[in-house]
């Protein structure tokens, strides 16, 4: 089973929407017994809450099913996850600093998304519904590429 963590700072917006996008993809190719994802944030402000309501409206309005309780990114984390993927450069290197250094599992987001390769996928947080859903593209697009990347890599 091929395991891999989605990671932002609370936990609450972009990862959880890239874990539920990422979770209907699989399904989608049938492939749950070979993949799963989880998420998690490098602060611990909203461990144990839902997504923020925005998040949970943005993957309904796509019809994409959602429910996750936020953790927090922990050091045990590179034991039990195959790829550990940062939404941002700032939680990326939260995450290297959590790890002790820098790990070959380590990748950004966008490093898999052919409109922003290497960008940052931006916290919508203090935006409206239009920033949500700029992020639902930007996610949608970077989890494509991704399963492609786990799909080549893995020979599947």
């Known amino acids: 089973m091929i395991k891999i963590l989605f990671v932002c700072l609370g936990n609450i917006c972009r990862s959880p929407l ?6 209907q993809k699989i399904k989608q190719y049938g492939l ?4 799963s994802c989880d ?3 490098t602060a611990n ?4 809450e ?3 309501p925005r998040t949970i409206e943005v993957a309904n309005n796509h019809d994409v ?6 953790q927090q990114f922990k050091k045990h984390h590179e034991n039990e996850f195959d790829y550990l993927i940062a939404m941002d450069h700032s ?3 939260n995450m290297i600093r959590e790890l002790d250094g820098e790990h070959d599992s380590l990748f950004l987001m966008r490093d898999f998304d052919k409109n922003g390769k290497g960008e940052d996928v931006p916290d919508p ?4 519904m239009n920033g949500f859903e700029n992020v639902f593209q930007i996610l949608d697009r970077s989890t494509d590429e991704f399963l492609k990347f786990i799909k080549e890599k893995h020979s599947m």
């Open 18 to 23: 890239a874990e539920a996008i990422f979770k």
């Open 32 to 35: 749950e017994t070979m993949i």
């Open 39 to 41: 998420s998690a944030g």
């Open 45 to 48: 402000y909203h461990v144990g």
């Open 50 to 52: 839902s997504p923020d």
């Open 65 to 70: 099913p959602i429910k996750h309780f936020g």
């Open 91 to 93: 939680n990326r290197l």
């Open 125 to 128: 947080w203090y935006g409206g």
